[in-house]
């Protein structure tokens, strides 16, 4: 593997052009201004960083400090982003507690909460801004197109556990709200690049005022991502992309507007393991796969009195993804309406409706067909939440329900409710039950996918073919959550915040067996061994989820979590039943992670980040341990510069379970510069 590989595109060619062109642009625009401060934050002592209140608005659609929310939440903030040795918004997610992160290659990640962890986590909903980047062809996100500058995300508020009452269908195991800073508080110009012995990324960005009242924010990047070495030897799973975008905000007459749009195209190979009817019975196919799209987004918000505000976000989404047996495109028009209200000390109301309208068109060959080539799926959802504080505003109740319609589902109730009391001022005790609902995605609904092949077990002269067929009766899988939590601050320098859970699953996805029949074509004739997907699979899970933050000095602090799963399936299901709903074969039981800011020197920084995941037993996946160390370097407020290591542990090996799913791959040890300068 060379240091700097030719591509495609010549993105690395491009990358250094598209820096060099628009920091000239950028550094000419600010010619004479004053330099522009790279973080606000670094004036500040680690001590202020840990006891700073932190707002969130994903527990309730309404801003609340994280300390109060009746939810096992936590927050990515601009410091933890800055600090981190991360290039992409799954780098980061590894600090989460609780959240199982697993990279598949050099492009693909499996990321979940509360298990059910494979590519297509289709129990976790993301968004970005509101936004929902929830595939409605596979369910689950493709995270390579999330590639946003870490620069311009604001905070990243991740709730493990069901947020199905405010955000519907799909949020059943958790919700990640990816939020990007205003434009306002991106003024002036910034050059960043990060060069690594496996990954490259330049990033350029200008931020302008537009009159008085109006600021935009404008933005480059291109990434270059190295194959990843595994001990099979097939390492062709490289990635490039490039992306630009904007951000407008305004704000006039008590009014506030947003405007947002990004365009990016991409180029990634994947390695895939295909059935064939003849010996081996398997092929190895590397396929270059071709991503884009383009995104807008509009978000307006007003009070309609002191005590009432109306807020509305559109956006309209343009997705293309091309592999050698498989094309798609989707369109996504989405349109939501919210009403706050606050009806006096102790009562607040909101409600709200959203329509959403999907279509595409795809072109599919073996081994994946779908019956129908052409879809269009509609989602329409009416929500309310009503919180009433007590005892003098030490606690709270949070009563709250989302009714939700689609093509693809019947119509879903899925109420909450929540109460939360303050011990007193350093201690907060809350807890919750919760319905949620994950509806069927186009995969699930209808088409053949042909898993594997092999030889007749009993010796006779036909191949045999398992084939996983949708035949439209798959429905909704079914979730009832029992959260308690509880969140102390013993001191200044020292907080715990612990979770605990237990799910009942019902009519989870599930596979069952059909009758053998003879299959002509495609040649040789072969024995096809149907399996239809169904919803006769139960399971429960509990767990406990528990963080501490400390800063035992002025300058260090330090953030260690645990989390524990364990999962349990049906004991007997019915005969020809299979459970296929990755609920426990792909995720841990335990996860450590500790992560440390040290401020050894003024303008210098040491940061390391250890993770551990436990063996997936099932799969026979071995446990593995992770090291990233950064080095910092602060002599300016408008210069930083940074160098370190990844994965400076030994780390896992990819491996295929039987249905040719990727549960696992090696990451070898990676080293980089990173610097950013501000104009």
Not at 153 to 173: K, Q, T
Not at 435 to 462: C, I, K, M, N
Not at 477 to 492: C, D, I, W
Not at 592 to 614: G, M, V
């Amino acid at each position: 593997m060379t240091y700097l590989q030719s591509t495609p595109h010549n993105i690395c060619r491009n990358l250094r052009s598209l820096t060099i062109t628009v920091g000239l642009l950028v550094a000419g625009t600010a010619y004479g201004s004053e330099p522009q401060k790279l973080s606000n934050l670094m004036d500040m002592s680690l001590t202020d960083l840990a006891t700073m209140p932190v707002t969130v608005t994903s527990v309730s659609k309404r801003p609340e400090t994280r300390r109060q929310a009746a939810s096992a939440i936590y927050v990515i903030n601009q410091e933890d982003i800055r600090r981190s040795a991360a290039t992409s918004i799954p780098e980061l997610l590894r600090m989460v507690p609780g959240l199982e992160v697993a990279r598949i290659d050099g492009s693909r990640w499996a990321i979940t909460s509360r298990g059910g962890n494979h590519e297509f986590a289709n129990k976790l909903l993301v968004m970005i801004d509101g936004r929902s980047v929830y595939s409605p062809i596979f369910g689950g996100v493709h995270w390579d197109v999330q590639a946003l500058p870490l620069r311009d995300i604001d905070r990243i508020e991740v709730i493990r556990g069901p947020g199905a009452s405010l955000w519907g269908i799909n949020a059943m195991n958790g919700v990640i709200n990816i939020i990007t800073r205003s434009a306002e508080k991106t003024q002036g110009g910034v050059v960043s690049a990060h060069l690594g012995s496996a990954e490259r990324v330049a990033t350029v960005r200008q931020g302008a005022t537009i009159g008085d009242q109006a600021f935009l924010r404008v933005w480059a990047q291109g990434r270059d991502v190295d194959s990843l070495k595994r001990e099979d030897g097939l390492a062709d799973d490289d990635w490039t992309t490039s992306q630009v975008g904007f951000r407008v905000d305004s704000r006039r007459d008590g009014q506030r507007w947003e405007m947002d749009g990004r365009l990016y195209q991409g180029r990634l190979h994947n390695t895939s393991v295909l059935p064939q009817l003849t010996p081996p019975y398997t092929r190895l196919l590397n396929d270059e796969v071709k991503t884009g799209g383009v995104h807008l987004r509009l978000a307006w918000q007003r009070p309609l009195a002191s005590d009432q505000t109306l807020s509305v976000q559109t956006y309209y989404d343009r997705s293309h993804r091309e592999l050698d047996f498989y094309r798609e495109v989707i369109h996504t028009l989405d349109v939501e309406i919210q009403h706050d209200w606050q009806l006096n000390d102790e009562q607040q109301w909101s409600w709200g409706v959203n329509v959403r309208h999907s279509w595409d068109e795809l072109d599919t060959q073996n081994p994946l067909q779908f019956f129908d080539e052409r879809g269009q799926s509609r989602l329409q959802s009416l929500f309310g939440q009503y919180t009433y504080s007590v005892g003098g505003g030490r606690g709270k109740w949070v009563l709250g329900s989302k009714v939700t319609h689609s093509s693809s589902s019947d119509l879903a109730l899925q109420p909450s409710v929540r109460f939360a009391w303050n011990l007193n001022k350093e201690h907060l005790v809350w807890s919750s039950i919760s319905r949620a609902v994950r509806s069927p995605s186009r995969f699930e609904q209808g088409t053949r996918y042909d898993a594997f092949a092999y030889p007749d077990p009993s010796g006779g002269p036909l191949p045999v073919l398992a084939v996983a067929e949708a035949d439209g009766t798959f429905s909704d899988e079914k979730l009832t959550a029992y959260e308690l939590g509880m969140r102390n601050q013993f001191s200044p320098s020292l907080a715990l915040d612990t979770a605990l859970f237990f799910n009942q699953y019902e009519e989870l996805l599930a596979l069952e067996a059909g009758e053998p029949f003879l299959e002509t074509e495609p040649q040789p004739p072969h024995l096809v061994v149907p399996s239809r997907y169904t919803n006769y699979s139960d399971a429960t899970s509990y767990g406990l989820e528990s963080a501490l933050d400390w800063t035992p000095a002025f300058d260090w602090r330090v953030a260690f979590s645990y989390s524990y799963l364990h999962t349990e399936l049906q004991e007997d299901p019915a005969p020809g039943i299979f459970e296929f709903s990755y609920l426990s074969r792909y995720s841990p039981r335990h996860q450590l992670k500790l992560r440390s800011y040290y401020n050894f020197a003024p303008h210098w920084e040491l940061d390391t980040l250890i993770y551990y995941t436990d063996d997936l037993g099932a799969m026979e996946v071995k446990g593995y341990a992770r090291l990233d160390v950064r080095l910092g370097w602060n002599p300016l407020p408008q210069f930083q510069l940074s160098i370190g290591g990844k994965n400076l542990l030994e780390a896992h090996h990819r491996e295929f379970d039987r249905t040719l799913v990727v549960v696992a791959s090696e990451v070898e040890r990676s080293f980089y510069v990173n610097a950013a300068y501000a104009f």
